[in-house]
């Protein structure tokens, strides 16, 4: 196909033909040159010299030039077709194998006598070595194909993933037409930021990262693409800051002797050092008349409802309201009860016995009787209470508030953007937020996937906090799964209590059985109200096919094991009624139950300091951060956690998820390596987690990438600063645009 010049804005249909562009469109998201430019090989291949047959070791990526000595097809043994099986030489005697299980098409090229190279990953059949489909191109025997080899001796070969009927020789040959036909390539970075930072120019990155010579380091030009996706998104993120910072917020400053003052003389408690400086900046984004946006992240059970209380009753004090969102029923009732119980007769304002400076508490959600909800609905419209917590039912259209001032979000990831938006909508100016998580993001992480806020981290536990110790029982082991009954049972008869935890509901009736579970049983990590699922577990294929364990299953299991005779059970998961699950915690908060068997809708916010030991079965279908929350639920109190892992035969993946949830309780170092195993999500739009995002290059988590985010943040809110709208950046503002689908922008201008 004939191609004209071109620039990085023209269309891949400029390039081949509508049908491959629209794969590569489908498969890679490439739509344009600059699209193709960011697509960075899989590996390459150093050719060096020629390559001696005699010394190919298996497992080794090779490109291998040589010439076919013979070449032989014969039908397949089992099924249709023929197979093709060539044999390679080199001029030292040494021979290497190519088989194709289909040979149409390459039994017509690979002739006795033809030369060419052939890029694949050595195996072995017999006991000889082998290429199984290799990719390969083949040189005529003219002047054109000597310089042809003589290129492929002082360059390396890129090697790209397959796309259709795109193979990786195709893509080079795309990229390199691409690289010759574009007339400039756009520069986004300014040269003095390019100076200071030592990164190549733009031009020079795409040859190394495509087109290397054999000494060329093409890991620089990966560096560059990393380094520009990274400025390009925090100079995005830099212009919504002061988009953000221009907004208009009513200052929330708590009255003196008033509800904030009279809750902190009765803690029972001291603050940590860390929560007594997140609430001093707390006060101070509260009160003024910019919005707040921090995100408050720490480790599980590090005291994040007391700060965000502290948050929400200066703004209380201050005239307004403030609204809880939790993500699960469970989780509401659980604040509510535990706001209510911290606040005492200062939750009762209005009421007979109430204190005088007091408030209410309401608690909103989906599944309450309508005359409850009614009441709730009025409460918020009407302004007599001061604090609403609730579930994803808060964000309903015909939910009001008097006077919104405040929006605490408590575990973000369970929240989609527009539900936390629709939150904020409900406010007569725009609100302070707060987001909380007990799942802790790495700083330079953080500031990327939330660009609009700034980061508290809460480290130190409050004191009381007891160690967790964690261990992987591997149930194929002869006595292992019974001690663990056992010490369940032992943890009992000390006087406390256990969860139990699986990954599926089942049906009343279920008995323990073998075979593959029902799919559609397994509630996913969006049932917002439910709270179920496995996040993070691994696919089909990865571990054993074995049935997931469910609640009902499990409950039985237990019930007719004699080291746990006379033990009071009792199942919790998000299909029970509400009713039903309130008098449940009631009773295990209390002391009434000895061991619950839920699902992950006890995941966050369920505090019983008697719960002493945990059991997660069927474990590696769980993600690491999933693992670390549900362990934060014992080792609440005085006594010792002890959590037990549970796992029948896990794949290699799983196995080693549950090795570094065993070897570490320190949520920062687990959440960087899940972060790692299940990416960050789209950082420009409504997607939370998956490889559906908006980062191509970069993989948050990884120390080097977040060095590189952290230099490019500095970096571009300088010149944002002094630049706000790119005018003098013409380049940077082109490329931002590109950024932007008019979804993503639209998203950004809503805040």
Same mark, same amino acid.
């Given at each position: 196909?004939?191609?004209?010049?071109?620039?990085?804005?023209?269309?891949?249909?400029?390039?081949?033909?509508?049908?491959?562009? *629209?794969?590569?469109?489908?498969?890679?998201?490439?739509?344009?040159?600059?699209?193709?430019?960011?697509?960075?090989?899989?590996?390459?291949?150093?050719?060096?010299?020629?390559?001696?047959?005699?010394?190919?070791?298996?497992?080794?990526?090779?490109?291998?030039?040589?010439?076919?000595?013979?070449?032989?097809?014969?039908?397949?043994?089992?099924?249709?077709?023929?197979?093709?099986?060539?044999?390679?030489?080199?001029?030292?005697?040494?021979?290497?194998?190519?088989?194709?299980?289909?040979? !149409?098409?390459?039994? @017509?090229?690979?002739?006795?006598?033809?030369?060419?190279?052939?890029?694949?990953?050595?195996?072995?059949?017999?006991?000889?070595?082998?290429?199984?489909?290799?990719?390969?191109?083949? !040189?005529?025997?003219?002047?054109?194909?000597?310089?042809?080899?003589?290129?492929?001796?002082?360059?390396?070969?890129?090697?790209?993933?397959?796309?259709?009927?795109?193979?990786?020789? @195709?893509?080079?040959?795309?990229?390199?037409?691409?690289?010759?036909?574009?007339?400039?390539?756009?520069?986004?970075?300014?040269?003095?930021?390019?100076?200071?930072?030592?990164?190549?120019?733009?031009?020079?990155?795409?040859?190394?990262?495509?087109?290397?010579?054999?000494?060329?380091?093409?890991?620089?030009?990966?560096?560059?693409?990393?380094?520009?996706?990274?400025?390009?998104?925090?100079?995005?993120?830099?212009?919504?800051?002061?988009?953000?910072?221009?907004?208009?917020?009513?200052?929330?400053?708590?009255?003196?002797?008033?509800?904030?003052?009279?809750?902190?003389?009765?803690?029972?408690?001291?603050?940590?050092?860390?929560?007594?400086?997140?609430?001093?900046?707390?006060?101070? *984004?509260?009160?003024?008349?910019?919005?707040?946006?921090?995100?408050?992240?720490?480790?599980?059970?590090?005291?994040?409802?007391?700060?965000?209380?502290?948050?929400?009753? #200066?703004?209380?004090?201050?005239?307004?309201?403030? #609204?809880?969102?939790?993500?699960?029923?469970?989780?509401?009732?659980?604040?509510?009860?535990?706001?209510?119980?911290?606040?005492?007769?200062?939750?009762?304002?209005?009421?007979?016995?109430?204190?005088?400076?007091?408030?209410?508490?309401?608690?909103?959600?989906?599944?309450?009787?309508?005359?409850?909800?009614?009441?709730?609905?009025?409460?918020?419209?009407?302004?007599?209470?001061?604090?609403?917590?609730?579930?994803?039912?808060?964000?309903?259209?015909?939910?009001?508030?008097?006077?919104?001032?405040?929006?605490?979000?408590?575990?973000?990831?369970?929240?989609?953007? *527009?539900?936390?938006?629709?939150?904020?909508?409900?406010?007569?100016?725009?609100?302070?937020?707060?987001?909380?998580?007990?799942?802790?993001?790495?700083?330079?992480?953080?500031?990327?996937?939330?660009?609009?806020?700034?980061?508290?981290?809460? @480290?130190?536990?409050?004191?009381?906090?007891?160690?967790?110790?964690?261990?992987?029982?591997?149930?194929?082991?002869?006595?292992?799964?019974?001690?663990?009954?056992?010490?369940?049972?032992?943890?009992?008869?000390?006087?406390?209590? #256990?969860?139990?935890?699986?990954?599926?509901?089942?049906?009343?009736?279920?008995?323990?059985?073998?075979?593959?579970?029902?799919?559609?049983?397994?509630?996913?990590?969006?049932?917002?109200?439910?709270?179920?699922?496995?996040?993070?577990?691994?696919?089909?294929?990865?571990?054993?096919?074995?049935?997931?364990?469910?609640?009902?299953?499990?409950?039985?299991?237990?019930?007719?094991?004699?080291?746990?005779?006379?033990?009071?059970?009792?199942?919790?998961?998000?299909?029970?009624?509400?009713?039903?699950?309130?008098?449940?915690?009631?009773? !295990?908060?209390?002391?009434?139950?000895?061991?619950?068997?839920?699902?992950?809708?006890?995941?966050?916010?369920?505090?019983?300091?008697?719960?002493?030991?945990?059991?997660?079965?069927?474990?590696?279908?769980?993600?690491?951060?999933?693992?670390?929350?549900?362990?934060?639920?014992?080792?609440?109190?005085?006594?010792?956690?002890?959590?037990?892992?549970?796992?029948?035969?896990?794949?290699?993946?799983?196995?080693?998820?549950?090795?570094?949830?065993?070897?570490?309780?320190?949520?920062?170092?687990?959440?960087?390596?899940?972060?790692?195993?299940?990416?960050?999500?789209?950082?420009?739009?409504?997607?939370?987690?998956?490889?559906?995002?908006?980062?191509?290059?970069?993989?948050?988590?990884?120390?080097?990438?977040?060095?590189?985010?952290?230099?490019?943040?500095?970096?571009?809110?300088?010149?944002?600063?002094?630049?706000?709208?790119?005018?003098?950046?013409?380049?940077?503002?082109?490329?931002? #645009?590109?950024?932007?689908?008019? *979804?993503?922008?639209?998203?950004?201008?809503?805040?």
């Amino acid at each position: 196909m004939p191609v004209t010049v071109l620039t990085e804005d023209s269309p891949l249909t400029k390039l081949v033909r509508k049908g491959e562009a *629209e794969a590569l469109a489908k498969a890679k998201g490439i739509h344009s040159v600059a699209d193709l430019f960011e697509l960075v090989p899989r590996r390459y291949v150093r050719p060096g010299q020629l390559s001696d047959l005699g010394s190919l070791q298996v497992g080794e990526d090779v490109l291998v030039v040589a010439e076919v000595a013979t070449a032989a097809t014969r039908p397949m043994r089992g099924r249709r077709g023929t197979m093709l099986t060539v044999v390679l030489a080199d001029e030292a005697g040494g021979e290497l194998d190519l088989t194709f299980f289909r040979s !149409f098409g390459h039994d @017509r090229k690979l002739l006795p006598g033809r030369r060419g190279f052939f890029v694949g990953t050595v195996g072995a059949y017999g006991r000889r070595l082998q290429l199984t489909h290799p990719e390969y191109e083949l !040189f005529d025997d003219d002047d054109a194909g000597e310089a042809a080899l003589e290129w492929y001796r002082t360059h390396r070969v890129p090697v790209y993933s397959a796309t259709g009927k795109l193979n990786s020789l @195709r893509m080079r040959k795309l990229l390199y037409t691409a690289l010759d036909s574009v007339d400039r390539v756009r520069e986004p970075v300014p040269e003095p930021v390019r100076s200071a930072r030592g990164l190549v120019d733009r031009a020079q990155a795409l040859e190394l990262v495509h087109r290397p010579g054999v000494d060329d380091d093409p890991d620089r030009g990966v560096h560059r693409l990393k380094y520009d996706e990274a400025f390009v998104l925090q100079t995005i993120l830099a212009q919504r800051r002061r988009v953000a910072e221009s907004e208009q917020a009513t200052p929330r400053v708590p009255r003196p002797g008033g509800l904030l003052s009279a809750f902190d003389e009765r803690l029972p408690f001291e603050l940590t050092d860390g929560q007594k400086e997140v609430g001093t900046v707390l006060a101070e *984004e509260l009160a003024r008349d910019r919005p707040m946006h921090r995100l408050l992240q720490g480790e599980v059970g590090s005291g994040k409802t007391v700060v965000a209380l502290r948050a929400m009753l #200066a703004a209380v004090d201050a005239g307004g309201q403030a #609204a809880l969102l939790a993500p699960t029923e469970v989780l509401a009732a659980q604040h509510h009860r535990s706001i209510t119980a911290m606040l005492g007769d200062l939750a009762e304002g209005g009421r007979l016995g109430g204190a005088e400076h007091g408030t209410t508490v309401t608690l909103l959600t989906g599944s309450q009787p309508a005359a409850t909800r009614r009441r709730s609905l009025l409460a918020a419209a009407s302004g007599e209470a001061g604090i609403v917590v609730g579930t994803h039912a808060l964000i309903q259209k015909h939910v009001q508030f008097a006077d919104l001032a405040l929006v605490v979000v408590d575990e973000q990831h369970r929240f989609g953007v *527009e539900q936390r938006d629709a939150l904020r909508e409900k406010a007569q100016r725009p609100p302070h937020v707060l987001v909380m998580t007990a799942t802790p993001i790495p700083r330079t992480v953080a500031m990327t996937v939330f660009g609009d806020m700034e980061t508290s981290t809460l @480290r130190e536990l409050p004191r009381g906090r007891s160690p967790i110790a964690t261990h992987v029982v591997d149930a194929g082991r002869p006595g292992w799964l019974d001690r663990t009954w056992q010490r369940v049972a032992e943890e009992v008869a000390a006087g406390h209590q #256990a969860y139990v935890v699986c990954p599926r509901i089942g049906e009343l009736d279920d008995e323990p059985a073998d075979g593959l579970g029902d799919p559609e049983d397994v509630a996913g990590p969006g049932d917002l109200d439910a709270g179920e699922g496995a996040e993070g577990a691994d696919g089909p294929g990865e571990g054993d096919e074995r049935e997931l364990t469910g609640v009902y299953a499990q409950l039985h299991e237990l019930q007719a094991n004699p080291a746990l005779a006379g033990l009071r059970l009792a199942v919790l998961h998000g299909r029970l009624d509400p009713d039903e699950k309130e008098a449940t915690m009631r009773a !295990f908060t209390a002391g009434d139950v000895d061991v619950l068997v839920a699902t992950t809708v006890i995941e966050v916010g369920v505090d019983v300091p008697n719960a002493s030991v945990m059991v997660v079965v069927d474990a590696d279908r769980f993600g690491i951060s999933q693992l670390h929350q549900l362990r934060g639920r014992v080792g609440r109190g005085a006594v010792p956690g002890l959590c037990l892992l549970v796992t029948h035969d896990p794949g290699e993946r799983a196995a080693e998820r549950l090795d570094q949830v065993a070897a570490t309780t320190d949520g920062f170092e687990l959440a960087r390596a899940d972060l790692l195993l299940r990416r960050e999500g789209d950082v420009l739009g409504a997607r939370q987690s998956g490889r559906g995002n908006s980062i191509r290059h970069l993989r948050l988590g990884r120390r080097d990438d977040e060095q590189v985010i952290a230099d490019a943040r500095e970096d571009a809110f300088a010149v944002v600063a002094a630049d706000p709208d790119l005018r003098e950046h013409p380049a940077l503002a082109a490329a931002v #645009a590109m950024r932007l689908d008019d *979804e993503q922008a639209a998203w950004l201008e809503r805040g």
